[in-house]
């Protein structure tokens, strides 16, 4: 099987995010702006600061990817905070990220950090928390901690900004998916034995395979944990792999991504071992490649996500389908798995250039097998790329 795909291998282009805060700054300005139905609530108005404490937000502003930090944004300064372990690193990252000058580094113990951030706030009466971030305990924390300041919850003031990558964020995504499509190749030479000598495999075996492969082309990590589904376990949508071996004529649902500094890939193949499905079986293959087509031909500019939901569940639906198809169409893709854009029923949102976001329609029916395919695109001027580039080939 010939695999078209991205280079695995090179140097990645500086990552610099110069820019990116002021960019929030007017963000807290005016509040983040109207909510889109079915998008990210911004929150209850204006506030003078916004504390960071999502570690993907974090790194997305600063560069810093360490497991413990803070950091606060006003509307003329910016103060990370983080302990001992990551002194030098975080120094390091600033500058390499080209916000050194930018950012101000206090490295200390917990009340020394609060104590920084507090101090940061002089004339700030208005102080935003990340809702989706902080625990209500945290809450309870902060509010003590920066008291007499009126504490807002606010929601995707970052990532609203994150949903439109650039070139060397894009560049990181395509390195990630030609990662998953180099060893998606490696392990389909497995699935191809099925049958033959020896022991077949199992979907522990194979999700191992793939994650061991991924690794070796160049992966810092998966993306998420591995879903290897077959035969009766391909009609769960988030199957966990299972020591259940791999048989002839088995659907066989493969859910994986790689990450490559720090940055995700998405992708969804499903195989019938042993040659082309038969039956009820061959309906749902064709039908589900059918619309996830119409999805993928649906994407681009200026185009509202929920269309593209739209565009592939209408072949399903036609299909007589409607009940198994139980998941939103996609989602964004980027430094989370899961982020802006949603793609599913109802969605406002609207695709831009730079948007990276999977659609993967699915059809599972208990008794018969699922069957999902699912590739991640780019938004471009004109319409969308793929990043995804494993053949759609169903028979193995």
Request: proline share 7%; aromatic share 4%; glycine share 14%.
């Amino acid at each position: 099987m010939t695999v078209p795909s991205h280079s695995t291998a090179g140097p990645l282009p500086p990552l610099l995010v110069t820019g990116r805060l002021d960019r929030l700054r007017a963000r807290l300005e005016d509040g983040g702006g109207p909510a889109p139905a079915g998008g990210p609530d911004p929150g209850p108005g204006p506030v003078d600061a916004l504390l960071v404490t999502a570690p993907a937000n974090i790194r997305w502003l600063t560069g810093f990817t360490g497991s413990a930090g803070l950091l606060l944004v006003t509307g003329g300064t910016a103060v990370l905070t983080t302990d001992g372990r990551y002194r030098s690193q975080a120094g390091e990252q600033l500058a390499a990220a080209g916000v050194s000058g930018a950012v101000e580094l206090v490295v200390g113990g917990v009340a020394a950090q609060r104590d920084a951030l507090a101090g940061a706030l002089a004339g700030a009466s208005r102080v935003g928390l990340e809702a989706d971030h902080v625990t209500w305990s945290a809450v309870r924390t902060w509010e003590e901690a920066l008291a007499p300041r009126d504490l807002r919850p606010t929601r995707g003031l970052v990532e609203r900004l994150r949903a439109v990558k650039d070139e060397a964020e894009l560049v990181r995504m395509a390195r990630a998916a030609a990662v998953a499509d180099a060893a998606l190749a490696t392990v389909t030479e497995r699935l191809a034995a099925v049958g033959g000598a020896g022991p077949a495999p199992t979907e522990t075996e194979v999700a191992a395979a793939l994650d061991h492969a991924m690794r070796a082309h160049g992966a810092e990590d998966r993306a998420f944990e591995t879903i290897v589904a077959s035969g009766p376990n391909s009609a769960k949508p988030h199957a966990r792999p299972t020591g259940r071996s791999l048989a002839p004529g088995d659907p066989v649902v493969v859910d994986f991504g790689a990450t490559v500094d720090g940055y995700r890939s998405d992708m969804t193949r499903t195989f019938c071992l042993g040659g082309e499905p038969t039956g009820e079986l061959a309906r749902v293959f064709a039908v589900v490649a059918e619309a996830q087509r119409a999805g993928v031909a649906a994407v681009g500019p200026g185009v509202v996500a929920g269309d593209v939901d739209r565009a592939s569940r209408d072949v399903v639906v036609a299909a007589g389908w409607a009940e198994r198809f139980e998941h939103g169409t996609g989602h964004g893709v980027g430094l989370d798995i899961h982020e802006a854009p949603s793609v599913g029923p109802g969605s406002t949102a609207i695709l831009e250039p730079g948007s990276v976001v999977t659609v993967e329609p699915g059809v599972y029916l208990p008794g018969v097998g699922g069957v999902r395919i699912e590739d991640t695109l780019v938004v471009t001027e004109h319409g969308s790329r793929p990043l995804t580039l494993f053949p759609k080939e169903v028979a193995v």
